[in-house]
């Protein structure tokens, strides 16, 4: 049935989006959907009240205490949904936000445009590389918009700090780095496994995912903890600075990755590692990416840094600051073009290049997800690419799943971003793809054939 439903939806795409065009045309506001209200979900929810043209008009969760937060947080004016397949029937819907636990993101995003909806989804928007091809292949061929939650691309200090890389001010850059340390212990508690609470449909919440005994970790809490809807931070936090990191070199992906960690320290319900570092090597610079769950460490927070041969810039979410390199900077460094800094005989084979100098520039958080939502509507009305389209988000997840594939294997994978396949490594490969739990497995094949 589901399955049917699909393929009439599909069949009337085309009309559908005829007639959202007409709809925006007359009112110029947005009619949009929620899916899934949690931490992000509420923070969507807030962005997206704050922009005067987009009508909170339908908000979607499968636990009914977080469905009553969700509409309540809308000023009421939501229509509440317990199922966001009858949400995305609501032909009055131009577009949706997928705040959902990370395993539904590529489903549900699919679905959405096949039902006519642009979409704004959370990244990381997939829980395994594959996911990311059909996503980008289902919103291409509905010629939908596809918004992903990596919203630093919209803050304006990123957008200049992106530009200044970009033209060399900091000379050839053969390097970055970034970390993302925490200390969450003694962790979250380990309950035992029990009945899902009256009202909350668990088997919705799994959709295609695999079944399990309900937990509260598990369910309610800490998702991203298992390995069967997440991740782990390497595709929750690190996907933020991989996606900068790609988007200033402008590469698709990489050539090879390495990743070693494990969880050390937490003892508790869940899989993800607490402790990992990875390598990834891209033709002429390398990229590392570290998290810590179990120790904050001394370079908390302190984002991500270039490395040029002229000096480097560290990037983060309150804004950049530019680090001279000695060397190229005349107004503070040795004149080593000069003279040889210990008197010794003049040198006239090294000629000075264009030095950079110390620059620093504020940003905000908030203003990000403001401007990152505002993108969305716009690009809802004008049919442009967002700024986070869905090939860069399927590009970032998959260079975050590919590091959580090296630190499972034990060894290097070499990746070609062209043709999106791993070398020489047949286990590897075979892991690129997961199968989804029935009934969403139907719901899949309709939406690709």
């Given at each position: 049935m589901i399955a049917s439903k699909l393929t009439r939806r599909t069949a009337l795409g085309a009309l559908t989006a005829f007639s959202y065009r007409r709809i925006l045309g007359a009112n110029d506001r947005v009619q949009v959907g929620f899916i899934g209200y949690g931490l992000i979900g509420s923070q969507h929810v807030?962005?997206?009240?704050?922009?005067?043209?987009?009508?909170?008009?339908?908000?979607?969760?499968?636990?009914?205490?977080?469905?009553?937060?969700?509409?309540?947080?809308?000023?009421?004016?939501a229509k509440p949904y317990s199922d966001f397949r009858k949400m995305l029937e609501n032909r009055d819907l131009q577009a949706v936000v997928v705040s959902t636990p990370d395993h539904w993101h590529a489903l549900i995003t699919m679905m959405a445009c096949a039902a006519g909806k642009d979409v704004y989804v959370e990244k990381p928007l997939t829980v395994f590389i594959r996911e990311g091809r059909w996503m980008t292949d289902v919103?291409?061929?509905?010629?939908?918009?596809?918004?992903?939650?990596?919203?630093?691309?919209?803050?304006?200090?990123?957008?200049?700090?992106?530009?200044?890389?970009?033209?060399?001010?900091?000379?050839?850059?053969?390097?970055?780095?970034?970390?993302?340390?925490?200390?969450?212990?003694?962790?979250?508690?380990?309950?035992?496994?029990?009945?899902a609470p009256?009202?909350?449909?668990?088997?919705?919440?799994?959709?295609?995912?695999?079944?399990?005994?309900?937990?509260?970790?598990?369910?309610?809490?800490?998702?991203?903890?298992?390995?069967?809807?997440?991740?782990?931070?390497?595709?929750?936090?690190?996907?933020?600075?991989?996606?900068?990191?790609?988007?200033?070199?402008?590469?698709?992906?990489?050539?090879?990755?390495?990743?070693?960690?494990?969880?050390?320290?937490?003892?508790e319900a869940g899989e993800t590692p607490d402790t990992q570092d990875a390598l990834f090597e891209y033709p002429g610079f390398t990229a590392a990416y570290s998290l810590r769950e179990a120790s904050a460490?001394?370079?908390?927070?302190?984002?991500?840094?270039?490395?040029?041969?002229?000096?480097s810039m560290v990037v983060t979410r309150s804004g950049f600051e530019v680090f001279p390199d000695m060397k190229s900077n005349p107004a503070n460094a040795i004149p080593v073009f000069q003279g040889h800094p210990a008197g010794g005989p003049e040198r006239t084979d090294i000629k000075p290049e264009p030095w950079v100098?110390?620059?620093?520039?504020?940003?905000?958080?908030?203003?990000?997800?403001?401007?990152?939502?505002?993108n969305f509507l716009d690009c809802v009305?004008?049919?442009?690419?967002?700024?986070?389209?869905?090939?860069?988000?399927?590009?970032?997840?998959?260079?975050?799943?590919?590091?959580?594939?090296?630190?499972?294997?034990?060894?290097?994978?070499?990746?070609?971003?062209?043709?999106?396949?791993?070398?020489?490594?047949?286990?590897?490969?075979?892991?690129?793809?997961?199968?989804?739990?029935?009934?969403?497995?139907?719901?899949?094949?309709?939406?690709?054939?």
């Open positions: 807030f962005d997206f009240k704050n922009q005067k043209d987009a009508e909170l008009a339908a908000m979607c969760d499968v636990y009914q205490p977080r469905l009553e937060q969700g509409v309540a947080a809308c000023g009421q004016t919103a291409r061929r509905h010629n939908r918009i596809v918004q992903v939650g990596t919203q630093q691309r919209s803050g304006k200090h990123y957008q200049h700090a992106r530009e200044l890389l970009q033209s060399g001010y900091i000379g050839k850059i053969m390097s970055m780095r970034a970390a993302s340390y925490r200390n969450v212990m003694p962790g979250f508690g380990s309950p035992p496994d029990s009945a009256n009202d909350f449909n668990y088997d919705m919440w799994l959709g295609p995912a695999p079944a399990r005994p309900f937990n509260k970790q598990r369910g309610l809490d800490h998702f991203s903890c298992f390995c069967d809807y997440s991740g782990g931070q390497m595709t929750n936090l690190g996907a933020h600075e991989i996606d900068i990191m790609q988007w200033v070199m402008n590469v698709k992906g990489p050539g090879a990755v390495s990743s070693t960690g494990g969880r050390f320290a937490i003892q460490g001394r370079r908390a927070g302190t984002g991500l840094e270039f490395f040029g041969t002229k000096g100098a110390a620059m620093k520039e504020s940003g905000s958080s908030a203003e990000q997800f403001d401007l990152h939502a505002r009305k004008t049919r442009q690419r967002p700024a986070a389209d869905v090939e860069g988000g399927h590009q970032v997840a998959t260079t975050c799943h590919l590091a959580n594939l090296s630190l499972r294997l034990g060894r290097k994978l070499k990746w070609n971003p062209e043709t999106e396949q791993i070398a020489n490594d047949s286990e590897a490969a075979a892991m690129l793809e997961r199968p989804y739990r029935a009934p969403w497995d139907k719901v899949l094949r309709g939406l690709l054939s």
